[in-house]
C-alpha cells in the first residue's frame, strides 16, 4: 500500500439511533499519520461517529473501511480508542500501572517483566501520571484517571489512535503537554489520529484535518481554512444556542 493510500474511508453513512437520525451522509478518507478533529457541540454526534468508526454502532446506511476491510476483520491492536468518560468502580483493585500494563498483554496481569515496566513507566511520565503509577484506580481524580487511560491507549501503538475529549477534564498545563504529547506520537510513528474536540485552537494549531459536525457533515479539509466564521455559525448556530454570538477562531 502507498503512503498516500486511504487507510480509512467513510462513505455516505447515516446512523438513526431510537428516533434520531444522529449522522446523515458523512463522507470523508484519511491517508496514513493524518492527525484529524471533529468538532461541533453538544450532541452533533461526535463520539456516535466515532463508536461507528470503530464498529460499536453499526450504521443504517453506509460503510466505513479500514485499510479496505471491515472493521470486524482487522487485527487486534490496528486500533486504539479511548472513550469519552472514564469512571471506575470504586471497589476494582487494580493500581494505575495494571491498566496501562493491560493494554500491552490485553489481559490482567500482576507479572511485570521489567523491560514492560521501562515502557510502562515512560510513557506514564510523559503523559503527567508519574506521581501515581502505584496508586489505586479508585483513589485517582477523572483527570488522573484521563491520563492513566491516554497511557494505556499510547503503549499499544496502535495504527488508528482514537481520542473522544482526551483533554476535558485535564488542567490546563497538563492539557498543553498532553496536546505536544499527541502530536510527537502522530509525527514520530505516523499513526494516524483522530480527536474529539471543543478547543478549536488546539485543532486549529495542531492536526492536519478538522471535521466540522451538527449531525451533518458542515465541513471537512485542512486545519487552517475550517474556522471560519460561516463554517463556525453552521456548525453552531441552529441547534438555538448560538444566536448573536461572533464566532471566529482568535489565532
Ligand atoms: N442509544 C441512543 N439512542 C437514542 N439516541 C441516542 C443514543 N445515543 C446517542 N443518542 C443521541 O444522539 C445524539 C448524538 O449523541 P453523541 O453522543 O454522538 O453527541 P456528541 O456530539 O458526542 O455530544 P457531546 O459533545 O455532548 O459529547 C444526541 O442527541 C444523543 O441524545
Ligand atoms: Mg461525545
Known sequence: MSEQANILEVNNLNVVLGQNTVLEDINFNLTKG???????????GKTTLMKTLIGLVKPNT???????????DLPPGTISYV?????????????????VMSGIQRRWS????????????????????????????????????????????????????LLDEPATGIDLVCELSINKLI????????????MITHDWSAAYHHTNYVLLLNRRQVYYGESKTAFTDENLQLTFSHLGHGHGIKFGLKI
Not at 84 to 91: F, G, L, P, S
Not at 183 to 194: A, H, L, P
Open 83 to 99: 472513550p469519552q468518560i472514564k469512571t471506575m468502580d470504586k471497589a476494582f483493585p487494580a493500581r494505575a500501572i495494571d491498566l
Open 34 to 44: 493524518a492527525y484529524l478533529a471533529i468538532v461541533g457541540p453538544n450532541g452533533s
Open 110 to 161: 500482576f507479572k511485570i517483566n521489567s523491560h514492560d515496566s521501562d515502557r510502562v513507566a515512560t510513557i506514564m511520565h510523559e503523559v503527567g501520571a508519574g506521581d501515581f503509577i502505584y496508586r489505586p484506580l479508585a483513589a485517582l481524580s477523572g483527570g488522573e484517571l484521563q491520563r492513566v487511560f491516554l497511557a494505556r491507549s499510547l503503549i499499544r501503538n496502535p495504527k488508528i489512535l
Open 62 to 72: 453506509g460503510d466505513v473501511k479500514m485499510f479496505g476491510a471491515n472493521i470486524d
Open 183 to 194: 502530536t510527537e506520537y502522530n509525527q514520530k510513528f505516523g499513526t494516524t489520529v483522530i
